[in-house]
């Protein structure tokens, strides 16, 4: 216990915002509240810095580009609102999640090879290929695709070993978290999905 409570004392304040900000974001998102995104921003821009220092170099690329997509997703989701109902849910063919997961296995290997090859990067090619995943997810996010849950699911359960592995065990723990809520997430945006296409 003392061991616990000593690691809880030791976690870094920034972390720990980053973290409250990142449940925020999330709990908002699954019940489809345009202010996730502000959530999402201020979360982001604490996690660039944060995967700097773990040298997680395309996880902290991957922050930028979920910050400017912070922005995209608000834009998106306010310009898609009527005023009697929210930007509604989608569903995308099955093949144009075929050519995108192509794609990322392509990137995921040639990013790999050059971190591997040219950094001193911890877990090059699966920090590609979660990176490579999870901008493909964002974007299914800010289009409001079912989707992206699924991806998401498969994401934060490598996230949780590499981030644990990194010494970020309070952001290892925010992605059990986030494994835990993505079923809510899936839940509910199916419902929604459903009653905007009856």
């Known amino acids: 216990m003392g061991d616990l409570l000593g690691q809880l004392l030791g976690w870094s304040p920034l972390e720990v915002a980053a973290v409250v900000a990142a449940i925020l974001y ?29 040298r997680l ?4 690329a991957l922050n930028v580009f979920y ?13 898609g609102r009527t005023p009697d109902r929210e930007l509604p849910v989608t ?8 050519v995108a997961i192509g794609a990322i296995l392509l990137a995921s290997l040639v990013s790999g090879y050059l971190l591997d090859t040219q950094t001193d990067a911890a877990f090059p090619y699966i920090d590609s290929l ?19 849950w699924w991806y998401w699911l498969v994401i934060d359960i490598a996230s949780v070993f590499i981030y644990w592995s990194r010494d ?11 494994v ?4 809510f997430g899936l839940i509910l945006w199916t419902r929604s999905y459903r009653e905007a296409s009856a």
């Open 130 to 148: 979660t990176t490579w995943s999870a901008i493909w997810a964002t974007f299914l996010v800010a289009r409001k695709v079912l989707e992206n």
């Open 168 to 178: 970020l065990q309070l952001t290892s723990l925010l992605f059990v978290v986030y």
């Open 26 to 54: 999330l709990l908002l998102a699954i019940r489809e509240n345009i202010w996730c995104w502000l959530f999402a921003g201020i979360s982001t821009a604490i996690y660039v810095y944060l995967f700097v220092v773990a």
């Open 180 to 183: 835990i809520m993505i079923p």
């Open 67 to 79: 910050f400017v997509m912070a922005v995209y997703g608000f834009t998106v989701w306010y310009r």
């Open 91 to 98: 569903v995308w063919p099955g093949r144009a999640h075929g």
């Open 57 to 60: 170099y395309m996880e902290s």
